[in-house]
């Protein structure tokens, strides 16, 4: 059922692919996630639109086998 | 069909309640973390809001979920506008920018 720290980063990158992320747990039990995510493709995208993109390299998993992602998205400086 | 009434039904629920909260359990008794947090930072804030409850009708949180592209629970909306998610909200309460967005879409906060 839950996806594991390696799985969710390949997902996003597939997604994302110039995205940096970093991923921790938020308890131990290889199903609630937070997840820092910096990409350019951000730029001018509103916080929502951002997640949405994210969400979207997930697919039909976010909210099914990925039960938590707490998530955090931002463009890289420049 | 189903699906039809509830997309119907909760945009009917999102032009009648100026801030909606579509949350697991109810504002009192909140049944997950991420949605307590959300009711936390509202209550915090002095907000009137309404909660809607996913947990007690099925077709109402998947419903939800395809009415703004977005897979989790809880999901805040103002003014008719979804603003976001736990993380997004707890975001915006921690710089201040909900508070501002409330008061742009005339929406008293306390304080």
Avoid at chain 2, 14 to 26: A, C, E, F, R
Avoid at chain 2, 28 to 55: E, N, Y
Avoid at chain 2, 56 to 77: E, H, M, V
Wanted: aromatic share 6%; glycine share 8%.
């Amino acid at each position: 059922m839950a996806l594991d720290e390696a799985t969710i980063e390949k997902l996003i990158k597939a997604g994302l692919p110039d995205a940096r992320i970093t991923i921790a747990a938020l308890a131990d039990d290889n199903d609630h996630w937070s997840a820092q995510v910096i990409s350019a493709a951000f730029k001018g995208k509103s916080r929502v639109q951002q997640h949405q993109m994210v969400y979207r390299a997930l697919g039909t998993r976010m909210g099914n086998e990925l039960h938590a992602l707490a998530l955090q998205t931002g463009v890289p400086e420049e | 069909m189903t699906t039809t009434t509830a997309a119907d039904r909760i945009k009917r629920e999102i032009s009648d309640n100026p801030v909606l909260l579509y949350m697991k359990g109810t504002p009192v008794f909140p049944q997950c973390g991420f949605s307590a947090r959300v009711v936390q930072i509202l209550t915090t804030l002095g907000v009137k809001f309404k909660g809607i409850d996913v947990l007690a009708d099925p077709d109402i949180r998947q419903g939800i979920k395809d009415f703004s592209n977005w897979p989790t629970i809880p999901q805040l909306y103002v003014k008719g506008e979804f603003v976001g998610g736990c993380d997004i909200v707890s975001e915006m309460f921690e710089s201040g920018e909900l508070k501002k967005v409330l008061a742009d879409k005339g929406v008293a906060t306390k304080g």
